[in-house]
């Protein structure tokens, strides 16, 4: 097969980013370039993400970051075979002007248009990285999302659990806004963490046990915050015992959902060959060494992207997008932006 080309954008949240990614050796992708703009500090005096913002300043800065990652993967727009978008789940805004100009430009240099769901291209991103073969159990952990994934295909996939509340990115956050501390909570928390007793505070292992790998960490968050105003005001070394035990609760949580999941993997995928995390909380150590012991224990795998890879990206939108054409699914102009989109 010739080499593809793809271009991707991805402007679903607070990451402004377009990438150009090809298939490289071993059915595993190659990074031609990666370019991310965060708007964090456009954000950070609010705490969170404002939509509005966040698609201004998408606007403002899309048209160049694109022609950066051309130039950077020394490319053209000729040149390439397909234009990825990510079409959602999103922030509105963003996703609109991410798909006008991915439409526009697949208009104007008549490229096939390939419309990515954002999850998807985070579940595939183990794929892309490590030319990982299906299926695999997947743990999808970011800010606005919580789901346990049997990966089967391409666009073939059965959930297995989610969040009943927040999702754990959430989690970290509202308790990073409790505690006072910076936008975004999870690399916060977790750097706190490294100097706080994680047995200081009793906190919930909300769903514990139960038989469908389901999470809920609203209850955890609310434990953390009664602790937290017990203690007001609170000193340094409190944040970060509290910080600690938080953490330790999730990281009990996630392997315990993660074992009746792969439970359940067996009936509808069969084996696994390996246990995936993806999205941004992946980046988080505390989790992702957890994972890679349990994964240990019953002779998996334990795959999880590199750090710049976990958060949002362009490489991950061109890689679902390169997928995607390889398998003749491409879209057409209609394709919908779509805030909700399960997958
Ligand atoms: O996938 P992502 O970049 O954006 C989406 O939500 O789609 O994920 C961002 C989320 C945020 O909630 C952030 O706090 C969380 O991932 N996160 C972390 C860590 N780094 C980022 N959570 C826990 N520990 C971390 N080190
Ligand atoms: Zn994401």
């Not at 240099?109 to 999850?119: F, S, T």
């Not at 069969?270 to 995390?277: E, K, N, S, Y």
């Amino acid at each position: 097969m010739t080499l593809m080309k793809i271009l991707g954008i991805e402007t679903t949240c607070d990451e402004t980013a377009a990438a150009v990614v090809t298939l490289g050796e071993g059915e595993r992708g190659q990074i031609l370039s990666n370019e991310v703009l965060s708007q964090i500090a456009e954000h950070a005096a609010y705490g969170g993400v404002v939509p509005e913002i966040a698609a201004r300043a998408h606007v403002e800065v899309l048209d160049r970051l694109i022609a950066r990652a051309l130039q950077r993967a020394g490319t053209t727009l000729k040149e390439i075979d397909g234009i990825a978008v990510a079409a959602g789940p999103g922030l509105i805004g963003g996703v609109l002007i991410g798909l006008v100009t991915a439409k526009t430009l697949s208009l104007v240099a008549r490229k096939p248009l390939l419309a990515v769901n954002h999850l998807e291209a985070h579940a595939l991103t183990p794929r892309l990285t490590d030319g990982l073969a299906f299926p695999y159990l997947l743990l999808l952990a970011s800010g606005g999302h919580t789901q346990l994934v049997a990966v089967k295909g391409v666009g073939d996939y059965v959930r297995l659990g989610t969040t009943i509340d927040d999702a754990i990115g959430e989690a970290f956050d509202k308790v990073a806004k409790l505690l006072g501390l910076g936008y975004p909570g999870g690399p916060e928390v977790e750097r706190q963490a490294q100097s706080g007793n994680p047995e200081r505070f009793a906190l919930p292992r909300p769903m514990l046990g139960r038989r469908q790998a389901d999470f809920s960490l609203s209850g955890l968050k609310t434990a953390l915050r009664i602790e937290a105003e017990r203690l007001e005001p609170l000193a340094s070394q409190d944040v970060a015992d509290l910080c600690a035990s938080f953490q330790a609760a999730v990281v009990d949580v996630v392997v315990d959902r993660v074992r009746v999941a792969l439970r359940a993997f067996a009936g509808v995928a069969g084996h696994p060959t390996a246990l995936v995390a993806a999205g941004g909380v992946a980046a988080n150590g505390a989790i992702r060494r957890a994972l890679a012991a349990q994964a240990g224990e019953v002779g998996l795998s334990f795959v999880a992207p590199p750090l710049p890879l976990c958060g949002d990206n362009g490489a991950m939108i061109a890689w679902a997008g390169l997928e995607r054409l390889r398998l003749g699914l491409v879209d057409d102009l209609t394709v919908p932006a779509r805030a909700r989109w399960p997958f």
